[in-house]
């Protein structure tokens, strides 16, 4: 063992005490053989059978042997002893000096990132100064970070057997609210501008007075502050895409008319959608369902002002499509929507008459069956609907639909 090298300090007294008397002992039987190899005396036959044992070695020179080994050996340890004393009081101090400087970089850091008196250890800046002046600033800060830190765990350990509940929830919240948004949305939207016009801007006007407007066609209601574009000419095909752009014109065979025609002129457009679409005309008939009799409804179509008079409401199944064939001999228009609010369970139908230009010269709408749609019996023929939900966009992409 090399006592430079130092090692671990190592005081048991009861060590000490045992190799003390084995040295006596050991020490004795040597002097007591020395004596009789001197002597002669037969009862050690040693000096007869070992011939290599020094016969000269006596009792003084043994004791002067054993002193100076013991005097090495002491101060071999003495040496051992210090320099591990000296290293492990190094090691300390290097520790100390280590455990001082994390704790003022902690201190430094809750300082700077407290607010107001306190910051994120629940530990007031007073107190970190108090901390810092006292000799014992060290302790007491680990301990307070300690206790904040299992307090923080056992919290964390709690909160950890509520995680696949709360993702759950979470999960079917946000679920939910894609497929069902428009039950929330389309009954405020009903009471909230649907147009493209600011609120309250459109004002009724005298029906009696024919107007000459914009060749742009547009369906203006004033109680619903709607002011939105027709699309005419449309598709079967293409009914969806031109409600996304406005409300269309739908055609089917015996209810083709145009504004200014006999027969029925039929509008339809949706009244809701998904809030997180970005389709503007969603909720644009979300307010139909407050129309009532004697309501005002205008169309300018083809640089003329028509205005019709609200005279019927009705609900029917979405594949009752020859509810929209009347036999009349005046000019109707009629406005289908999806109703109730937020699905496409049934269709929603207001129909006026036309009050202003006056109609006694009016044309009856004469259209062949490739210029609208035919109604059949076997209910396969649908009125339009609003937009898809999450569920049937999800159907659909699988299906191919």
Known sequence: MDSSTGGQLNLDPGRQAAAQIARKKVLAAYSSATKNSESGTPNDPSHLKDQSFDSKINSESWKRYHSAWQNYYQKYYNDYYSNAAREYIAKERLRDAR??????????????????????TGLKLPQISAYQSSDNRGGKLRQAIRKKATDNAKKSRRFRKFIPVIAGLTVTLTILFLQYNRLIFAPIMAYVSPGNAPASSIEALDPTITQTVSSDPRLIIPKLNIDVPIRFNVGLGDIYDAMNNGVAHYRING?????????????????????YTANPYKYIFSGLERLEDGDLIYVNYESVRYTYRVTKKEVVEPTNVAALVVQTDKPLITLVTCTPLGTSRYRLLVTGEQISPV???????????????????????????????????????????
């Not at 994390?102 to 809750?110: G, K, P, S, T």
């Not at 209810?255 to 998904?274: K, L, M, Q, R, V």
């Not at 006694?360 to 898809?388: C, F, K, M, V, Y």
């Open 99 to 120: 455990a001082q400087a994390e704790e003022e970089e902690i201190v430094y850091a809750l300082a700077k990132a407290g607010r107001g008196n306190s910051n994120k």
């Open 255 to 275: 209810a083709s008319a145009y504004p200014g025609e006999i027969g029925n002129f039929i509008i339809t457009g949706h009244s809701a959608g998904d809030v």
């Open 359 to 401: 109609y006694d010269e009016a044309e009856r709408a004469e259209q062949s069956a490739n210029e609208a749609t035919i109604i059949t019996d076997d209910g396969s023929l649908e009125l339009p609907s609003n937009e898809p939900s999450f569920f049937e966009r999800i159907w659909n992409f699988l299906t191919g639909q």
